[in-house]
């Protein structure tokens, strides 16, 4: 429990030199069974999540340790109605910048391409023939990445992971940017 919690510990203070960070929440290894058929007591895996801190700094860095399904996740999951209009509407008026964000360079050669939930159609009040289609039916905005086995035990598996945490940073500036403005740019904070 104890190293594993350290090894988190770190990624946070790695993570912290290149973002400014409000905390870190490692999850518990107890799992609640009260409706559950599986009654087993424990999880199976490891996680932690880093919370970007103040209103200004929007998005999350999550990792879960498990055998053979270990993976980094990063972006918005989740997120609440008014932030999901929100960001629909931005995508609406400028998908091109939208685009522009979620597919830069240093983001595609770290990450698999945008992922989440998504609708099968146009969410309601938005055109389904608009050219930012693809992403206007995204319900979540997650970036996310298997991680292999044999790296949990690299001796460079932490300065990794950060490097890969510090290629989302625009992606969450951005998206950051667009969630503390109204439609005119102004900003709401």
């Not at 203070?13 to 929440?25: F, P, V």
């Not at 964000?101 to 009040?125: I, R, S």
């Not at 991680?147 to 949990?152: G, M, Q, V």
Request: contains cysteine; aromatic residues 14%; charged residues 25%.
């Amino acid at each position: 429990m104890q190293k594993i919690k350290s090894f988190f510990t770190t990624i946070f203070h790695g993570l912290q030199l290149q973002d400014n960070l409000e905390g870190m929440k490692a999850y518990r290894i107890y799992r609640d069974v009260r409706f559950s058929k599986d009654k087993s007591p424990y999880k199976l895996y490891r996680s932690c999540s880093y919370k970007r801190a103040t209103e200004a700094l929007r998005g999350g860095y999550h990792l879960e340790i498990t055998p053979n399904g270990s993976f980094l996740a990063v972006g918005f999951w989740q997120p609440n109605k008014d932030d999901l209009f929100r960001v629909r509407k931005e995508i609406e008026f400028d998908h091109g910048q939208f685009t522009k964000m979620a597919t830069l360079p240093a983001l595609v050669e770290h990450w698999n391409p945008l992922q989440g939930e998504q609708l099968k159609t146009a969410p309601k009040g938005f055109e389904k023939d608009h050219p930012g289609i693809e992403y206007l039916r995204f319900k979540q905005f997650l970036f996310m990445q298997n991680i292999e086995d044999n790296a949990l035990f690299d001796s460079k598996f932490g300065p990794w992971i950060v490097e890969q945490f510090k290629a989302i940073k625009p992606f969450h500036n951005y998206m950051g940017d667009v969630l503390t403005s109204n439609l005119n740019g102004e900003s709401i904070l």
